[in-house]
């Protein structure tokens, strides 16, 4: 009977720990699970432009290769000495208002919150072409393209877009993909339309559609927020409550081995 009772309680503690380890669900692992059902052939997705945004930082160069001091007319410059001469250089950073609009030097304010790359450009060069015999080149380039990834990530942080474009992929894997404890089918981002709204959105990592999904590509300051899984917050604790369940484990354990020993010496 001893080993009878040994051998179950030995049993218990297994499938215990088989529970505990297979807590997380391989179906839920895999990125782009249905993959297959995709036929990115005769998907007609649109081509994503970022938009430019209140407060975002751009960068503005006029440039004219016939007209060149013409257009420094239009660059923002700072002189400033350098050793015996003074020296003129050419900054180009421009913030976006709260109004919507940079402030073009001999020009003055242009609206560009709202508009794409191309669309900023344009407006620009429809201020000044007409101060040039051949219309020049206007340059506009993002200089803060970023977001922000946080929660259950190797490496939470901020990351930066050289080229002003970033899919949520592109992003989890700068911030060292997720853990094991993330949830893929839970992923949310927090975003701040033009309008100044504030809007949190789910996107399923495990679902394959996602590539279609406006969603897919980041805009300039999302928040990417990976959630934890259950097993993650219930182990949020665990220095106490691990603690806890192991103690009360082995303390169950002592006290069956206690009852048979016992057992056993009242039959003899």
């Known amino acids: 009977m001893k080993k009878i009772l040994t051998d179950s309680v030995m049993l218990l503690l297994v499938i215990v720990a088989m529970s505990v380890a297979s807590c997380t669900s391989y179906k839920k692992v895999p990125y782009l699970q249905n993959s297959r059902d995709l036929d990115t052939l005769k998907q007609q997705v649109a ?12 960068s503005i160069i006029v440039n004219s290769g016939q007209e060149q001091k013409a257009a420094m007319a239009y660059n923002l410059t700072a002189s400033g000495t350098y050793g015996s001469a003074s020296q003129t250089a050419t900054t180009n950073t421009y913030i976006v208002g709260a109004n919507g609009c940079v402030n073009i030097p001999n020009v003055g304010e242009v609206s560009v919150v709202g508009l794409t790359i191309p669309q900023a450009e344009n407006a620009v060069l429809d201020k000044i072409k007409g101060a040039f015999a051949v219309p020049p080149t206007v340059i506009v380039r993002f200089v803060d393209y970023t977001v922000s990834v946080l929660g259950e990530v190797g490496s939470p942080g901020v990351y930066n877009s050289a080229n002003g474009k ?3 992929l592109q992003a989890l894997a700068l911030a060292g993909d997720l853990t ?38 980041l805009r300039q300051n999302d928040v990417v927020y990976v959630t ?17 369940w192991i103690s009360g484990t082995s303390m ?3 006290l069956i081995n206690l009852v048979i020993n016992l057992s056993t010496r009242f039959k003899d």
């Not at 081509?47 to 751009?58: A, C, G, K, R, S």
């Not at 701040?192 to 996602?210: H, I, P, Q, R, S």
């Not at 934890?228 to 806890?244: F, I, Q």
């Open 47 to 58: 081509v994503f432009e970022p938009t430019i945004q209140y407060n975002d930082v751009l």
């Open 166 to 168: 970033i899919n949520i």
């Open 180 to 217: 094991v404890h993330g949830q893929r089918n839970d992923v949310k981002i927090i975003r701040e339309e033009t309008n100044g709204e504030k809007k949190v959105y789910e996107v399923d990592l495990n679902d394959a559609m996602l590539l279609t999904s406006p969603l897919y590509y």
């Open 228 to 244: 934890p899984n259950k097993r993650k917050a219930r182990g949020a604790d665990v220095g106490s409550t691990t603690s806890l």
């Open 252 to 254: 169950a354990v002592s």
